[in-house]
Each structure stands twice: as C-alpha cells, then as structure tokens.
C-alpha cells in the first residue's frame, strides 16, 4: 500500500514524464511539483517506488520513468480519484458534435473515430461488429487450377460470398475434399468468428512440425474467411503512429499490424465497456512500448462497435479515457 506522498510522487513522474518526454528526476519535480519536502526526501520515496516496481531507472540519466506496474497502478487506484483538468475545450466540441449526430450510426461512428485521432493526436481504429451475425450453412471449395481454388460459404441468411484463393504450391484433388470435409465440421452452424477460432484452434493441436498438405491448406486458407463477415475496421490518424517512437523498424512492424485485420481485431477486444492495455499487458513484441485504450459502444438495435487510441506508453491517460467514456454516454443516450 503507498502512502499519500508516494501517490502524489508517482502521479507527478507520469505527469511531468507526459509532459517533457525525458525521464524525471528529483530535481525537475522539486521545480514543477507541489512538494513540500526535502530534495533527500523525495530521492528516498522514489527508491522506494523503484523497490516496488512502479518506477525504472533509466541507465543513461539519473531519472526514472512509470514502469507498466506504475502506470496499472495509476489507472486503477489513482486516476478514479483524480481531480485533475480536464479537455474542456474538446469536450465543448464533442458536445457540438454530437448534437449533429446523424440517424445512420455506423457512418457517424466512423466519422467520429476520425474526430478523435484529431482531438487526441493519436491513431484511433473502429471495428465495427453486427450483433445478429448469421451463421455458415455450407463451406465448398471449387478446384480452378492446380494451385487455385474458390472458396465459397453459405450463410443462413441466403447470402453467398466467394474468393478466389490463391497458392505457392498445388494440391490433389483427395486434399481438397479432405480439407473441404473438415472445415464443413469445424464452421458449420457457427458464426465467421466462432468459426475462425475454431480453425485457429484445429491448426494448434497439429504438429507443425510435419505439416501434411491437409494441414498446409487449411492454414493458407484460414485467412480468407472475413469474407464471410460483415464486421468492418477503420482507421483513423495513421501518421502519428510516426510521433510514437524514434525506431523506424519498430514504426513499420506497427503499420504492418495495421494491416492485419485478424490482429488488430484481436488488439482492441476487451469484455467490458472500456479497458487500458498498457506495453506488455498488450502481449504483442512490437507493442511494448505503446499502449491501447478500448471502449465498446452500442450504435444500435443490431450492431456495437469497438473504438480504441493506440499511442505510447506515455500518453495523457485521463483526457482520453474522458473522451472516450463522453462518447460512450452520447452514442448511449442516443438510442
């Protein structure tokens, strides 16, 4: 348990760390900060939040920045009472925004998104999700040549959706039946998405290490069931990610994962109404110097959508987290 001068210690580091971008020494919190009390003092309570995990020294400079456990830490315990100043200025026109919201919600949904990469200055994706999402019927796959196929599903709803799937090797005829069988198993009577995690899930419990062409093909073809799906991604504010990070290897993984539809989808997910993943809580290598702020909306009867701001670790936790739940109550109001 910290003790109220170690709360408002750590609440300054992530502050002032926001602020200037350079790790915080007692010095600079002597000048900027609020606290009565000696320089040997506050170096003292800063060891001690390092000895507790909430704060890392960084190797070059005598300051230290929040390390994730001081930032979960912050979030958790701190931020829910913070009396801290909010984006009145933003929320004004978030206010002004809403009033011209439109009765088509997915289309204002997008547009919002748009506006809150511009408010906050960080990437900003939407994935859009219907509630009544119809089932597969039938899943066929159609020899074009030796090393094409088309894949095609039936959904209960009568509509069909097809692609042309394309190969680096060819399969026989007795594989594709094969594979066609098993995806009959593994995706009929589920959603496209229930479905894809079950073929991700088939996929584990083969070895990999001897991949038969069954195995290869239903790999290769994993990928082309969205068609199925009538879920959608934007992305909004793409270039700040360019403001996130001094690695130019690092800023590419991360645009590349922006790309990836599965993953993406699989990065902002969360099971309750607004959730904060912070560096390593992601799980994701090329993340761990970013984190992401998710919220679940309900534009309507028939579909939600999921709203998240990916951005450094460092990012201004309590405007976005007032933005996004400012959100939440409009779109929820407007139903």
Do not use: C
């Not at 509630?131 to 196929?149: F, G, M, Q, R, T």
């Not at 068609?227 to 991360?254: E, M, N, P, T």
């Not at 990916?310 to 939440?328: A, C, D, H, K, W």
């Amino acid at each position: 348990m910290l003790t109220k001068r170690q709360i408002h210690v750590l609440q300054l580091v992530i502050q002032l760390y926001y602020e200037i971008g350079e790790p915080i020494g007692s010095k600079t919190l002597m000048e900027k900060g609020d606290l009565n009390v000696s320089s040997a003092t506050l170096r003292n309570e800063m060891m001690q939040l390092e000895s507790l995990g909430f704060l890392e020294k960084f190797h070059t400079s005598s300051g230290r920045l929040p390390s994730t456990s001081g930032y979960r830490y912050y979030i958790d315990h701190i931020l829910p009472t913070e009396d801290s100043e909010k984006p009145f200025d933003r929320m004004v026109f978030l206010a002004d925004w809403f009033d011209q919201q439109s009765s088509d919600h997915a289309e204002f949904a997008l547009r919002t998104a748009d506006l809150l990469a511009q408010l906050s200055h960080f990437t900003t994706v939407l994935v859009g999700t219907k509630l009544d999402e119809p089932s597969i019927y039938n899943v066929k796959l159609i020899a074009v040549d030796s090393d094409k196929l088309l894949l095609i599903v039936l959904l209960d709803n009568g509509t069909i959706k097809q692609r042309l799937a394309v190969f680096k090797e060819s399969f026989d005829n007795k594989t594709i039946q094969l594979a066609e069988k098993q995806l009959q198993a593994l995706l009929i009577n589920h959603s496209t998405r229930v479905g894809q995690q079950n073929i991700k899930v088939w996929l584990s419990s083969m070895n990999m290490a001897d991949e038969q062409s069954l195995t290869r093909l239903i790999k290769q073809l994993y990928h082309y069931f969205s068609i199925a799906s009538d879920d959608y991604i934007h992305i909004s504010g793409r270039q700040h990610i360019l403001d996130s990070s001094d690695d130019i290897s690092r800023i590419k993984r991360v645009y590349r994962l922006l790309e990836d539809e599965e993953e993406l989808t699989q990065l902002v997910a969360i099971n309750q109404p607004l959730q904060v993943k912070i560096g390593k809580e992601i799980g994701l290598a090329d993340l761990t110097d970013f984190s992401v702020i998710s919220a679940r909306y309900h534009l309507n009867e028939t579909e939600d959508a999921l709203m998240a701001v990916i951005g450094p670790v460092n990012m201004p936790y309590s405007q976005l987290i007032t933005m996004m739940r400012f959100i939440e109550n409009h779109f929820n109001d407007k139903q």
